[in-house]
């Protein structure tokens, strides 16, 4: 079965520049979360959708971050304007529902590495 | 926020020696699971454990957790160069929104 697809892999942009992120999941997972990644860290959720709405978005700097999941399958993740702190790696990973015994397990994507200089 | 915080943050051992990985969780969960993240890729799912369950195996790895302790360990056994990885709990939350919260990581080396 095909994995999480994310575009692109690397981006660098000056501060102040905007980026977005796409993400594919896995068919058939409703839920899709992004993470944020900085360099010796460990993920730290964004945003968590379940099918085309918003289940958690309590640690997305909404005033300049922002994310959409149209018809429940594809996202988005756009930064405007970036920041050097944002330079990280922004994860995208699916599952099927959370708390159930099949939907446990978060399958992740390869990243997308964002430098902001 | 970070919810786990994993000790070592950072082992290097001899290949076939085990390792030893410990995390802290602060809150109450539903399941606790580990993850491998080796270099500049994404996360790899290794195995899960409930809340009412005490240890459990897959191959060369075992899972012990104490809730009363809020804390779980992952030994890996006759360990590979290949198991060189970022290691990672993530707790799956009970109250509010069920999510998972990510751990600070064990950085493994293990040496040929």
């Known amino acids: 079965e095909a994995g999480v697809a994310q575009s692109p892999r690397y981006k660098i942009i000056e501060k102040r520049q905007s980026v977005a992120f796409w993400c594919n999941p896995i068919s058939g997972h409703a839920t899709l979360y992004w993470y944020q990644q900085i360099l010796g860290q460990g993920p730290k959720l964004l945003i968590q959708?379940?099918?085309?709405?918003?289940?958690?978005d309590s640690q997305l700097p909404k005033d300049r971050f922002s994310a959409e999941r149209l018809k429940g399958v594809d996202s988005t993740l756009k930064i405007q304007p970036a920041k050097l702190e944002d330079s990280a790696v922004y994860l995208c990973?699916?599952?099927?529902?959370?708390?159930?015994?099949?939907?446990?397990?978060?399958?992740f994507g390869e990243g997308s590495w964002l430098t902001v200089v | 926020s970070q919810q786990g915080e994993e000790d070592p943050q950072a082992l290097s051992i001899q290949e076939g020696e085990n390792a030893t990985m410990n995390c802290s969780y602060k809150t109450s969960i539903n399941n606790l699971q580990w993850y491998r993240q080796n270099s500049g890729r994404g996360l790899v799912h290794l195995i899960l454990i409930r809340s009412n369950e005490r240890e459990k195996h897959s191959g060369r790895l075992r899972v012990t957790l104490d809730t009363s302790k809020k804390s779980s360990s992952l030994l890996i056994t006759a360990s590979r160069a290949a198991d060189t990885a970022s290691y990672f709990c993530a707790t799956g939350s009970t109250s509010g929104t069920y999510k998972y919260i990510f751990g600070t990581g064990t950085r493994l080396k293990v040496l040929a």
């Open positions: 990973a699916s599952s099927l529902q959370p708390g159930q015994s099949s939907g446990n397990t978060i399958y």
């Open positions: 959708f379940q099918n085309n709405g918003v289940v958690d």
